[in-house]
Every structure is written in C-alpha cells, then in structure tokens.
C-alpha cells in the first residue's frame, strides 16, 4: 500500500483529525437544538397568551363586575380594569426591571 497515505492518517493524525471534524459537529448539533428549544418555547408562549386571553374575555364579558388582570411576564407587568360591558376604566403597563 502507498505509505504516503497512511502515514499522515496513522497515530495521532487520526485523532487530530477526528477532533477537528467532532468539535464543529458538536457545535452544529448544539446551536440547531438551542434553536428548535427556542422556537419550540415561543410557540408555547403564543399558545398560552391567546389562550389565557380568549378565557380573560369571557370573563370579562360574562359578568356584569369589574374584572382586573394582571399580568406578569418577561416583559414587565400590565394591569386593566373591565367593566361587564368591555370597557376599559384603567390601564397600568411597567417595565420588568
């Protein structure tokens, strides 16, 4: 067999060269889940948000009390006062610190 071939590949070549293809790999593979984590995360964000928001309306619509909410997350705090009617007598938004 030609020596030149297998004498580069051969030892401590073979492992170089096998960690030099597995880190960029392994780098691939981590940034495609922390991306599908994240997209999977916003998904179920939404999902919720409108949820929460279709029950909230009902609420708000069902009832002839003034419903406040109250809502905290990520971005900060919000508050609103509804009437029974749908309209709106207070409004407070804060940034999360």
């Given amino acids: 067999m030609n020596e030149t071939l297998v004498a580069p590949l051969s030892g401590y070549g073979a492992l170089a060269l096998a960690l030099a293809v597995a880190g960029p790999v392994a ?5 495609y889940l922390a991306y599908r984590t994240r997209l999977h995360e916003e998904r179920e964000a939404s999902r919720r948000a409108a949820t929460r928001m279709a029950g909230l309306t009902d609420l708000a619509e069902a009832g002839q009390h003034v419903v ?25 938004d804060r940034e999360a610190a």
Wanted: charged residues 40%; without cysteine; aromatic residues 4%.
């Fill in 68 to 92: 406040r909410i109250v809502e905290r997350d990520r971005d900060g705090q919000r508050e609103v006062d509804l009437d029974g009617h749908g309209r709106v007598w207070g409004v407070s």
């Fill in 27 to 31: 780098g691939l593979v981590r940034a």
